[in-house]
């Protein structure tokens, strides 16, 4: 098997679904990153150098759209197109090479994965005035919510996954209303669409949207899993 095979091969179907859901990542990102993926492995770049290749382009990208200046603005969003791109790769590289890579390589992608939400308060800041408070906010909702939903995990993910399996739940993975949701409060679906709306203008439009999806999204998360948290306690209460 030759590089170019060993890395098609190296793309799971479990994460060609989850990419699947998100047309900028399925259609552009991702194709765009095995060439420079197979790039990186014929010049001998580990998964770990692309990682900080990664966060220095996210790093760079919020000065860049704090600066009040268009066309850096415009760069900066650019900037973390190219940090999807090279977000991909990276994990491309250690799928298909795993000794390119490390489990202090691993946690720091993941960590490097969390940057898109700083890009919200360093847009406020760009834009100047009361934008800076929003882009705080939209910031603060996107954590709470993904602390909320790592909670529920940790503390009754195992309960929830017997409570599936009893009552014969169906996923709404890859369903129409669960690609829409993702794609308007997940940063690495409709980041993409930043720099052309900074170029043209439109950046106070993109972060009032986000503010607006990431507020309902943060009372929509709450409610949802306060209700699967009361369907277990009914559940246990009932074979107790």
């Known amino acids: 098997m030759n590089d170019w095979e060993k890395l098609k ?36 770049v580990s998964a770990n150098a692309v990682t900080v290749f990664t966060a220095v382009l996210g790093a760079l990208s919020f000065p860049c759209l704090a600066s009040g200046s268009a066309p850096l603005m415009t760069a900066g969003g650019a900037c973390l197109l190219l940090y999807t791109i090279f977000d991909c790769v990276d994990g491309n590289l250690a799928r298909a090479w795993p000794e390119t890579g490390s ?14 939400v700083l890009s919200y308060p360093a847009l406020g800041l760009g834009l100047g005035g009361e934008w800076a408070l929003y882009g705080a906010f939209t910031a603060i909702a996107k954590q709470l ?4 939903r790592n909670n529920f995990w940790q503390t009754l993910g195992g309960l929830w996954k017997e409570s599936k399996n009893r009552g ?3 996923p709404h993975t890859g369903r129409w209303y669960y690609k829409v949701y993702y794609n308007l409060t997940d940063p690495q679906a409709h980041i993409a669409a930043l720099p052309f709306l900074v170029f043209y203008g439109l950046g106070h439009h993109f972060l009032a949207a986000s503010l607006a999806i990431s507020l309902a999204d943060l009372a929509f998360i709450l409610f949802f899993y306060l209700r699967r ?12």
């Open 9 to 44: 091969a190296s793309y799971p179907d479990e994460k060609r679904a989850w990419d699947a859901t998100y047309p900028w990542i399925f259609r552009v990102a991702r194709p765009a990153s095995f060439p420079i993926s197979l790039a990186c492995r014929r010049l001998g």
């Open 103 to 116: 489990p202090a390589g691993q946690w720091w992608g993941e960590l490097v994965g969390n940057f898109y």
């Open 145 to 148: 919510v993904s602390l909320i």
């Open 168 to 170: 014969g739940y169906e």
């Open 229 to 240: 948290a009361s369907s277990i306690g009914g559940e246990r209460g009932k074979t107790i």
